[in-house]
């Protein structure tokens, strides 16, 4: 069985910039996260999906970051101008289930971001 | 706010031994704490999750504990081997929403043979 696909797998653009992140979760997983890594500090949340919804995106930065996910399939994240600080790697994750007593959530290797 | 903090200074350990890497959190109560083991380069894998009422949590050579008094969780590795070197995470709920999980910056495990 595939895991969490992710493309690409490193990215090097210029401040104000676009690029787009692609996300392919596990077949069949109805929840779909991303997560983001900058340097020195802890990975945090970004945003859920469960199928094609947003149901919390409070972790989102700034309005030039954009997700999407027509159909309820693979996600993208797209920042629109890129700045400086948005360099890191940006981890998309899936799961089967939800819930507050906790899930097994699988991650992917990560798209790393370098704007200059 | 919640906060999940991890000794993020490197923890050499010799072969053979049991490696013990602690996973402290503030602020609030997680219903479940996780953990996930972090190779260079690539993304988190999951090991264990833990639950509040849960004390003690085993897998193969793994154990996890969970200590709600000392708002604590240890994460051991016993008969601790040199493929066992990695970055460890410890999560826990309260990143956002529901499902988000809000992560330590991991412990960097270094096994020497």
């Known amino acids: 069985e595939a895991g969490v696909t992710q493309f690409p797998s490193h990215s090097v653009i210029e401040k104000g910039q676009t690029v787009t992140l692609r996300c392919d979760p596990i077949s069949g997983h109805d929840n779909l996260y991303w997560y983001r890594r900058v340097m020195g500090k802890e990975i945090k949340f970004l945003l859920h999906?469960?199928?094609?919804?947003?149901?919390?995106e409070s972790g989102m930065p700034n309005n030039r970051f954009l997700a999407e996910r027509t159909g309820g399939t693979y996600s993208t994240l797209k920042v629109q101008p890129a700045e400086l600080e948005d360099s890191g790697v940006y981890f998309c994750?899936?799961?089967?289930?939800?819930?507050?007593?906790?899930?097994?959530?699988?991650f992917g290797e990560g798209s790393w971001l370098t704007v200059v | 706010s919640q906060k999940i903090e991890q000794n993020s200074e490197a923890l050499n350990i010799q072969e053979g031994k049991t490696a013990t890497l602690t996973c402290n959190y503030t602020?609030?109560?997680?219903?479940?704490l996780q953990w996930y083991r972090q190779d260079p380069g690539r993304g988190p894998v999951f090991l264990l999750l833990?639950?509040?009422?849960?004390k003690e949590k085993r897998k193969e050579r793994l154990k996890v504990t969970f200590d709600t008094t000392l708002k604590q969780s240890l994460f051991h590795i016993t008969a601790s081997q040199p493929a066992d070197s990695a970055t460890y995470l410890c999560?826990?709920?309260?990143?956002?929403?529901?499902?988000?999980?809000?992560f330590g910056k991991g412990t960097h495990l270094i096994i020497q043979p």
């Open positions: 833990i639950r509040e009422n849960e």
């Open positions: 999560a826990g709920p309260g990143g956002g929403g529901a499902d988000g999980l809000t």
């Open positions: 999906f469960v199928k094609e919804s947003k149901q919390d």
């Open positions: 994750a899936s799961s089967l289930f939800t819930g507050l007593s906790g899930n097994t959530i699988y």
């Open positions: 602020n609030y109560s997680p219903a479940y």
